[in-house]
């Protein structure tokens, strides 16, 4: 099994409307990341979380919400989709041990958003 | 604040040449980490190598190596012998400390995409 999963893998929405992309691991680690891809932009960091009760933003917050909702759980919420918000969105995770903090992706959810 | 240059957009070879992938970084911080992530056609990201800011060594992994030069601030990845496989998009990344607290933030490059024709 997948050491971390994302749900669902892919989504098509419209406009206004609220959706959740969930994050679950297995590998134990502590700190947890959402980004998304955008074609020729390479991966942008919308939020970041180091434990349960702690949230930060990233690079590009705007439009975006997450609740990390226990140690292995990350959910990224758009609250009023955008078609601006198509995307491919990772989740990422990394050990508070690991002194280089090396990240490892999830398989991706592709969001469209029409 | 943190930056990665992939200076080269798309790259195509024909099977079995060698390429050379570029990655050119900027940072104040003494104390950083490189990263290079392979994405195959499929999407996932695949880690595939770090190296921290006090380590110039050389790597070699099979047919990929990779060249650490802080003179140079760049982190060059060369495959050998490249195969089909190889087709994906490489990012290159950059780690180092945002806030002075510890705490390490990833930047990304925007890729280069490796096309291997048979």
């Known amino acids: 099994d997948a050491d971390v999963t994302q749900t669902p893998r892919n989504r098509i929405t419209k406009t206004g409307k609220r959706i959740m992309l969930e994050c679950s691991q297995t590998k134990g680690h502590d700190r947890m990341y959402w980004y998304r891809q955008d074609p020729g932009l390479g991966l942008r960091l919308i939020y970041y979380s180091f434990d349960v009760k702690d949230i930060n933003k990233g690079e590009i917050s705007d439009g975006y919400s997450v609740s990390r909702q226990a140690q292995a759980k990350f959910s990224l919420s758009l609250e009023s989709a955008i078609p601006n918000q198509t995307a491919l969105y990772f989740c990422?995770?990394?050990?508070?041990?690991?002194?280089?903090?090396?990240?490892?992706f999830g398989p991706g959810t592709r969001l469209l958003v029409l | 604040a943190q930056k990665v240059t992939q200076a080269q957009t798309e790259i195509s070879v024909v099977e079995k040449e060698d390429v050379t992938l570029d990655c050119v970084y900027e940072?104040?911080?003494?104390?950083?980490?490189l990263f290079w992530y392979k994405q195959p056609p499929s999407g996932e990201l695949v880690f595939l190598i770090r190296r921290n800011s006090f380590d110039e060594q050389n790597e070699i992994s099979g047919r990929y190596s990779w060249n650490f030069q802080k003179s140079t601030s760049s982190f060059n990845f060369t495959i050998t012998a490249s195969q089909v496989v190889d087709s994906a998009v490489y990012f290159c990344?950059?780690?180092?400390?945002?806030?002075?607290?510890?705490?390490?933030?990833?930047?990304f490059g925007k890729g280069t995409k490796l096309s291997v024709i048979p």
């Open positions: 990422a995770t990394s050990d508070l041990r690991d002194e280089q903090e090396t990240q490892y």
């Open positions: 940072t104040r911080d003494t104390t950083y980490y």
């Open positions: 990344a950059l780690s180092a400390s945002y806030s002075g607290a510890g705490s390490y933030q990833l930047t």
